[in-house]
């Protein structure tokens, strides 16, 4: 109830945005399987083995296809331009070095992929920001959980374009759809896009 009291439609809304060879970072217990469109091919990975087991199940009950890894975002197990699309849903939040993670993210992609996201994030308000702080105090020691980052920053740092940005709920609640640009390749006709 928490989860769609406070993000609504953001999982529906990104998942639907996928296509093609589709990695969800983070895919956890697989509340996200039921949303992606038919077509996809769908591969998750999640640290916890515990929480793969758990959307395992879910996979099977929903007849959905997917091949669930156990891997780090901080590391990915895959080789650079394998994916269509990244999607990574109210976990960036929780991964100790979301620098790493958003890089990892960028190199799994192909040139043109796109990256969905929803996190929780700085709220837009100072009050806000404030009891965020407060609450930090407690969720980043019981369970990692930073309630104040921006994944957009990193989004950026990253050179991906940014196509879409929304906040809402007092700004703590963000839905970003970036892409991956083409590479340029210099040579002695001058730039290129392969």
């Known amino acids: 109830m928490f989860d769609r009291v406070l993000f609504g439609d953001a999982r529906a809304w990104v998942c639907a945005q996928a296509v093609g060879d589709v990695l969800e970072v983070a895919i956890g217990t697989g509340r996200n399987l039921a949303r992606y469109p038919e077509g996809v091919h769908l591969t998750g990975v ?3 083995p515990a929480m ?6 879910r996979a099977h009950e929903l007849s959905r296809p997917v091949e669930l890894v156990s891997g780090d975002a901080q590391a990915l197990g895959w080789p650079d331009a394998s994916f269509d699309t990244v999607v990574c849903t109210l976990s960036l939040c929780a991964i100790p070095d979301v620098h790493r993670a958003v890089a990892e993210m960028k190199r799994v992609l192909r040139s043109g992929g796109r990256l ?4 929780h994030v700085a709220g837009s308000r100072w009050d ?3 009891v965020q702080r407060l609450l930090e105090v407690i969720t980043v020691r019981l369970g990692g959980e930073h309630l104040r980052r921006r994944p957009v920053t990193q989004v950026q740092a990253e ?3 940014i196509e879409r940005q929304e906040r809402y709920k007092l700004g703590i609640v963000e839905r970003l759809v970036a892409h991956k640009p083409p590479e ?3 040579g002695s006709a001058g730039p290129t896009t392969p």
Do not use: E, Q
């Open 46 to 48: 999640d640290v916890s």
């Open 52 to 57: 793969l087991d758990i959307a395992r199940r």
């Open 116 to 119: 969905l996201l929803v996190d």
């Open 128 to 130: 806000v920001r404030a």
């Open 159 to 161: 050179g991906f374009v």
């Open 184 to 186: 340029t390749v210099t």
